[in-house]
């Protein structure tokens, strides 16, 4: 992964290498009563039931309580709402590569699907169940999962870090196939040296490797198997072309991107046409403005929302307070309380629920308000024209990891 953007921002690369604090695992309050949580469950599947395309977003990557409620969601999405494909903000390669062994009737395992799903969620316990939940549909063919980001090199992923490159490669020449191949390899694991340097060079390098690869898969016979190698090498090469960005550029050209990967996703599709898409709150927000880094240009759920419309459903998820996990150094960061004039305080108050749900009607109702949907950073919106819809916890908690 990118040295540069670990050090400069996008909770995704910050976050998709970081071990979780042992502590945590000893003392870590629950959130949600289960009665709680499935009302509220059965609440937002009311609404997101007839919708093509559902976004479910979170405050950030590390909220425990948030993910035990989205993996609830998806289990009634999929079982009474006919959605039979789950979309996660993580690398597209090794999706591919499952969906290729799904073709062959070759076994995919839980260890490859939470490999997939990548370092932010697939070492969280709360995940647990909706993997052992997915796994046999996937097998079926009965339930599609997919990624719709191009980043490559995400922690223990199964298929991009090792055998990737070479199938790749393979269509190379012999006297290019090994140096292409290295390359790939290099750039996936980022094992960059003074030898190897991760500069304008090497990248001008990879991508004239990649470029040959797409001319030589396209003089051939286009199968399934062609066309999603196609679809990694153009998505490998989207995303070597952002690592000198600034981070101004690097975020809406991602989201950008993740949209294009959907938008494939989407087309091929065949009778995989109900699709949820597990992400963050600001990619999900059908505005631009859920935060300022979407300046320049919009993020992923306006662009859904502008092509869906009525069909698509952005739901966020926030917390009135609590803590979840930032970085190795600090597992347990506190939430800032919701202010008493906050979305979250005027959500909640009068209830004893633990998790409510608040449709677009409501939020609509209660106006201009801070809200904490942003990295639990609150700012004030009419949130009804950021979310078609919106869960609110009470406590928010980091996840609960295994080794």
């Keep these: 992964m990118l040295k540069r953007l670990h050090e400069s921002q996008t909770r995704l690369l910050r976050c998709a290498f970081q071990l979780f604090a042992f502590a945590w695992l000893l003392a870590g309050p629950q959130v949600c009563s289960a009665q709680a949580r499935t009302t509220a469950v059965t609440q937002a599947a009311h609404d997101l039931c007839g919708k093509q395309l559902v976004l479910l977003g979170e405050a950030d990557h590390g909220d425990g309580a948030t993910v035990e ?38 076994p995919v395992d839980a260890a490859m699907l939470a490999s997939s799903i990548g370092a932010l969620w697939n070492r969280d316990e709360e995940l647990k169940t909706l993997i052992d939940f997915l796994l046999p549909q996937v097998n079926s063919g009965a339930v599609r999962v997919g990624g719709i980001d191009d980043q490559i090199g995400a922690a223990g992923a199964f298929y991009s870090l090792g055998q990737l490159p070479n199938d790749l490669a393979s269509i190379l020449p012999q006297a290019r ?6 390359q790939m390899r290099r750039r996936a694991n980022y094992d960059f040296s003074d030898a190897h340097p ?34 990694m090498v153009s998505e490998f090469r989207r995303a070597i072309a952002r690592d000198f960005l600034p981070i101004a550029d690097f975020i809406p050209r991602r989201d950008r991107g993740m949209y294009d990967d959907l938008r494939w996703l989407m087309d091929h599709a065949g009778s995989h046409r109900k699709a949820i898409v597990w992400t963050a709150n600001a990619h999900a927000a059908k505005s631009a403005a859920i935060g300022d880094e979407y300046r320049k240009a919009p993020n992923l759920g306006t662009l859904v929302h502008k092509e869906f419309g009525s069909r698509a459903f952005a739901l966020g998820i926030s917390a009135a307070n609590g803590s979840h996990y930032w970085s190795r150094s600090d597992p347990t960061r506190p939430i800032p309380a919701a202010a008493p004039d906050s979305i979250e305080s005027r959500a909640l108050a009068g209830r004893s629920d633990d998790a409510v749900y608040v449709s677009e009607a409501q939020l609509k109702k209660l106006g201009a308000a801070p809200g904490s949907f942003n990295l639990h950073h609150p700012h004030s919106e009419h949130w009804d024209e950021i979310f078609d ?6 406590t928010e908690r980091p996840p609960l990891r295994t080794p």
Excluded: N, W
């Design 69 to 106: 409620f989205k993996a609830a969601l998806v289990q009634r999405l999929v079982s009474k709402c006919g959605f039979s494909a789950v979309y996660f903000e993580a690398g597209t390669y090794d999706f591919l590569k499952m969906e290729e062994m799904v073709r062959a009737r070759q």
């Design 177 to 182: 196939r090994i140096d292409c191949a290295e």
């Design 198 to 231: 991760h500069d304008a060079a090497s990248i001008a390098s990879l991508d004239r490797c990649l470029a040959d690869i797409q001319q030589a898969l396209r003089s051939g016979p286009i199968d399934s198997l062609t066309e999603d190698r196609l679809q």
């Design 389 to 394: 819809g919106a869960v609110i916890l009470r």
